[in-house]
């Protein structure tokens, strides 16, 4: 799935100084694992998680993503890949605060220029698969912490990627709902997703199956979960679910205000 072979990041700061992101990265991740990426701040994983997502390219090295070279490749194919393999998702959430959560999952579908029938019945099929069947027509101002990294989970999986990337997902949120947003990832990877989660969370690094510590841009461990952690569902969790099972059946077309709509169409 990913292969990275001496991967260099630098960056010019000023006319003189250099600044070492990365030095050297080798790393395998198979199609299927859940891998978390560790290490203090300056240490290289965003660098390099940003790398793994075509958001940013090497000094040096080669990245390649199922089978394919992303160093040969132009900017509008790494924006292909982005939109169509790769599904990201953030600590603060990235949502349109004006659009609904049906309307907000819908939107790298309209990039892809899926008819709009098409696109509201894949996004309302994942927001049913993170319980969120009966929020379609809340804002993300109506939605709290959890459920509004939920409506960026259902939006990640509606271009259905190969990868997830997920960078620090739960550090907006308590830990009853970053718990939640654990389990969701679990679930996308018993599904077969690919799934790398940036965290400086030890606790949330052991929901993953393997764990890669960075320091000083380069890899100082990489080792498998001897005891991972299984996210606890709990009463809500429950509750979500049997919501989302009623709510996809009852739920309708969504209907935003002018600005809403102009969006999609756009």
């Known amino acids: 799935m990913i292969s990275v072979q001496r991967l260099f990041k ?43 997502g075509c958001l940013d390219r090497p000094t040096e090295g080669s990245y390649q993503l199922a089978g394919q070279d992303t160093s040969r490749m132009t900017d509008n194919e790494l924006s292909t890949i982005r939109n169509e393999r790769i599904g990201f998702i953030f600590q603060t959430f990235n949502l349109l605060p004006r659009l609904s959560a049906l309307q907000n999952v819908e939107l790298p579908l309209v990039y892809r220029g899926m008819p709009a029938s098409d696109r509201r019945e894949r996004a309302m099929e994942c927001l049913a698969r993170v319980g969120l069947a009966d929020r379609v027509r809340h804002r993300p101002t109506e939605l709290s912490g959890g459920e509004q990294q939920r409506v960026a989970i259902a939006r990640a ?22 718990e939640e947003i654990m389990g969701a990832f679990q679930d ?26 960075f320091r000083d841009g380069v890899v100082v461990s990489d080792e498998k979960v001897s005891s991972r952690t299984i ?36």
């Open 188 to 213: 996308l990877n018993n599904a077969g997703i690919t799934v790398a989660v940036v965290t400086h969370d030890e606790n949330i690094a052991k929901h993953a199956k393997r764990i890669v510590r």
């Open 157 to 178: 999986m509606a271009g259905s990627p190969v990868l997830i990337l997920a960078d620090e997902p739960t550090g907006n949120l308590d830990s009853r709902s970053g």
């Open 231 to 266: 996210a606890t569902r709990s009463d809500s969790e429950a509750a979500v679910a049997a919501r989302s099972d009623a709510g996809a059946a009852v739920a309708a077309p969504v209907s935003g205000g002018p600005a809403e709509e102009e969006a999609i169409r756009s």
């Open 10 to 52: 630098a960056y010019k700061m000023g006319k003189e100084n250099v600044v070492h992101a990365l030095r050297g990265i080798d790393m395998e991740i198979d199609s299927g694992e859940y891998v978390a990426i560790m290490g203090p701040s300056g240490s290289g994983k965003s660098t390099f998680m940003n790398i793994v």
